[in-house]
């Protein structure tokens, strides 16, 4: 299996364009998962999905943030307008069930800068 | 208090010595625990996961686990340098999975 797709891997952008993240989860997972990660707040869970509906929002952190999944083999992360403490690694990750002996693998990440 | 706690290191330890990572919990009711491991730049891996007190071995990887204490923890042994790298925590309550901050260890030659 290639294992889970982000893209773009590097996204450079100014303050207040609109950024779409990308995710190809495992196929036949069925839980999906939204990171962010900084170094001043480790990894934080956005949002995840099972089954391509949305089950937990609540780490979102704003309105400007947004995630969808169409089907279940793509998901979007969008941020618009985009700010500069959005700089952060964006990770994607999927998982077979949760719980109990079901880890989450992750994408690659992609490494968003605003300027 | 952070739902998942972690000492942010960094922990220096020589080649061949036993490292030891320590992550604490809040939330009692939590199911599962995890350790990954990340090297700079890269996304996390897993290295293992427990759900019953106790210990688990896998190589030279022993996970420990202490739920009345909320307390969980990874030992190394033989630390190689390839061992350099950020150990995060992870611990699942119902579907989601919540990190701690992760622990930063050096192993040198």
């Known amino acids: 299996d290639a294992g889970v797709i982000q893209s773009p891997r590097h996204e450079v952008t100014e303050m207040g364009q609109e950024v779409t993240l990308r995710c190809k989860p495992i196929?036949?997972?069925?839980?999906l998962f939204w990171y962010r990660q900084t170094m001043m707040r480790g990894l934080e869970l956005l949002i995840y999905f099972n089954n391509n509906v949305p089950i937990d929002d609540s780490g979102m952190p704003e309105d400007r943030f947004s995630a969808k999944m169409p089907n279940a083999s793509f998901s979007t992360l969008k941020i618009q307008p985009s700010e500069p403490r959005d700089s952060a690694v964006y990770f994607c990750a999927s998982s077979l069930a949760t719980g109990v002996n079901s880890p989450l693998h992750f994408g690659n990440g992609t490494r968003l800068t605003v300027t | 208090q952070k739902e998942v706690e972690q000492n942010s290191g960094p922990l220096s330890v020589p080649e061949g010595a036993i490292a030891s990572l320590n992550c604490t919990y809040s939330?009692?009711?939590?199911?599962?625990f995890f350790w990954y491991r990340q090297y700079s730049g890269k996304s996390p891996e897993l290295i293992m996961f427990i759900y019953s007190n106790g210990d688990k071995e896998d190589g030279r990887f022993t996970a420990q686990l202490n739920k009345a204490s909320q307390y969980v923890s990874l030992l190394i042994r033989d630390s190689q340098p390839s061992d350099s790298a950020t150990y995060l925590c992870a611990v699942t309550k119902n579907n989601d999975m919540r990190f701690g901050a992760g622990t930063r260890l050096t192993v040198k030659p």
């Open positions: 196929s036949g997972h069925d839980y």
């Open positions: 939330d009692r009711g939590s199911q599962s």
